[in-house]
């Protein structure tokens, strides 16, 4: 059993190296960029899946770094030291610390205006320049330095700004004279934000001339490499660049390079001694397709086994839920028709379904078709991919499903709530009158029609019911609602109780159905059940008089509710 500390939210590869934190080796991620040269790299993949430990990974290795206060050389090689890429041999470590780097983040454009998200850009490309001062002491750059200059100072000029990688580039070939590698973390952070924020034109506009200027006809570039979560098409910011490969999660190469394969999740659990916990950890995190790799939730499996060092005992749950974008996934559950509610429905009861793949929409897109709200769940690690055909029309469908019980545990709480909330804004009034006047058909058909446009979950129904009818009666006006009380010589579903004594007082148990035609038998049942165990003692105990009792049936989204006064 090994003791060292687990690296959570540890992104940065010399201080996870230098600290002692448990380390997956992905070094012959950098072998494969040097095999396959391509010139300008694109991986999109979900988000916390090691994408920005990689790409600091890169430079600690690539870069012929220099002090950014004394401009002395520095020597990163033994950060390497017994890793993988270490045994590749020579043809792949002689391109150890022999090029400049530009490495720029852009998830800090992630603002409420365009003011501010352009405020952070300058101040991200302003640092990278400021890293790299120490090149102005040389005189090859002596007409360059006013230019450099007014970056470093972050000078209010967005014009500037747009082709400043291709400038900076200019001036660390010049300086180094070797050909610059240039990396980008989170490149669609600021034109998914801009786009929910209503300045998507003005950071596109921006994002297009930063790329196009570095990336397309650049001479000092040596080779490029980008990650994001979604693929952007070409058109949109990527316009002409023919040297561009993309590695989304359905191709082949690199696949093994974000997230944990089997072998390595195995290996954790041995190495802290959790061997029994590996098919937990499988159940709940596992699942991932990308090529033909099977891949684990990083991110999930380093913070489940650093809850289980301080309990063993400790049950699963989800760590992603809260670490990614949701709200292209809020407005698939708002724009949902009944069609895309089963759906849902079947992919949580462990269903697939078939959706045409789009790999090259752009945010301004997504809202055009529920297709293209579907591709993005599934770029997004909401699904992973089962099959896969071409139609005859030569378009290419993916067979989906839910990955793991992280993400069902998602669709089950988040969007199951996103779904409610949208019920609490109808207006129940109608319903309300029904339930407090004994008018159960009335009360029935307004209970129909909220089933209609919640979802359910068939392997959980009884919770589902539960929760679905406390939800929604939960908002009446001077009563009290309350769930699983203690009455007579059982449980009650549901006691609904004026605030005054002299009001009325309300037991609800409900029944599921087996079929349509078996609503009203177990309706009944219902009602004989409240009768024979009493449920309404507590009620008349407290001082009420005025006591009545609903039995409703559920058959998925139909209902019958019976009275018994």
Not at 66 to 71: D, F, K, L, P, S
Not at 113 to 128: T, W
Not at 519 to 537: N, P, S
């Amino acid at each position: 059993m090994i003791n060292k500390p687990l690296p959570i939210g540890i992104d940065n590869f010399e201080m996870l190296i230098t600290r002692g934190y448990y380390f997956i080796d992905k070094t012959m991620l950098i072998k494969d960029l040097l095999d396959n040269k391509a010139s300008v790299n694109l991986f999109t993949r979900p988000r916390r899946f090691g994408k920005t430990l990689n790409i600091s990974m890169l430079q600690y290795f690539f870069e012929d770094r220099h002090n950014e206060v004394t401009g002395e050389k520095e020597d990163k090689s033994y950060l390497f030291k017994g890793l993988d890429i270490e045994s590749a041999g020579e043809n792949y470590t002689s391109h150890m610390g022999q090029y400049p780097v530009i490495n720029l983040s852009l998830k800090s454009a992630k603002q409420g205006d365009l003011q501010l998200a352009f405020q952070c850009l300058r101040e991200e490309i302003s640092n990278e320049f400021r890293r790299h001062l120490y090149i102005l002491e040389s005189d090859k750059l002596a007409t360059e330095k006013e230019e450099y200059m007014r970056i470093v100072r972050k000078e209010d000029d967005m014009k500037l700004y747009a082709t400043s990688l291709r400038f900076l580039s200019h001036c660390l070939e010049k300086y180094h004279e070797k050909n610059v590698i240039i990396l980008i973390d989170e490149y669609d952070v600021p034109l998914e934000n801009a786009f929910f924020e209503g300045f998507y034109k003005e950071m596109i506009s921006f994002i297009r001339s930063l790329f196009e200027s570095s990336l397309k006809t650049n001479p000092s570039l040596e080779f490029a490499v980008i990650t994001g979560c979604l693929r952007i098409s070409k058109e949109s910011i990527f316009t002409g660049l023919n040297n561009l490969k993309i590695i989304s999660i359905l191709d082949d190469r690199y696949a093994e390079y974000f997230g944990f394969t089997d072998d390595e999740v195995m290996k954790i659990c041995s190495d802290y001694n959790m061997s029994q916990k590996y098919e937990d950890i499988k159940n709940w995190y596992n699942g991932y397709i990308f090529g033909n790799v099977n891949v684990y939730n990083p991110w999930s499996v380093m913070q489940y086994i650093d809850d289980l060092k301080a309990n063993i005992n400790r049950f699963p749950t989800s760590y992603w839920a809260n670490t990614s974008s949701n709200s292209i996934v809020r407005s698939l559950i708002e724009r949902a028709d009944d069609i895309t509610k089963g759906e849902i429905e079947a992919l949580i009861e462990g269903k697939t379904i078939e959706k045409p793949i789009h790999e090259d929409i752009t945010y301004d897109e997504v809202y055009d078709t529920m297709d293209n709200l579907w591709n993005f769940m599934f770029f997004t690690g909401y699904f992973k991919k089962i099959n896969e055909r071409i139609s005859e029309e030569n378009i290419r469908y993916i067979e989906l499903a839910i990955p793991n019980e992280e993400v069902k545990y998602i669709f089950r709480t988040k969007i199951l709530k996103w779904f409610n909330e949208q019920i609490n804004q109808c207006d129940k009034t109608r319903l309300f009158e029904a339930v407090l006047s004994k008018n159960p058909e009335v009360f029935e058909e307004e209970l129909g029609k909220l089933l209609i446009e919640t979802i359910s979950f068939n392997d959980a129904y009884e919770n589902f019911y539960h929760g679905f009818l406390t939800g929604v009666l939960s908002h009446m006006k001077g009563y009290i609602v309350k769930s699983n009380r203690e009455g007579g010589r059982g449980r009650s579903d549901l006691f609904i109780k004026a605030v005054s004594k002299r009001g009325i007082a309300i037991v609800i148990e409900f029944k599921i159905a087996n079929n349509i035609d078996d609503l009203e038998k177990r309706a009944d049942e219902a009602i004989k059940q409240i009768e024979d165990r009493q449920y309404d003692k507590e009620l008349s105990s407290e001082g009420y008089k005025n006591i009545f009792k609903y039995g409703i049936a559920f058959y998925q989204k139909d209902c019958l509710v019976k009275i018994k006064e």
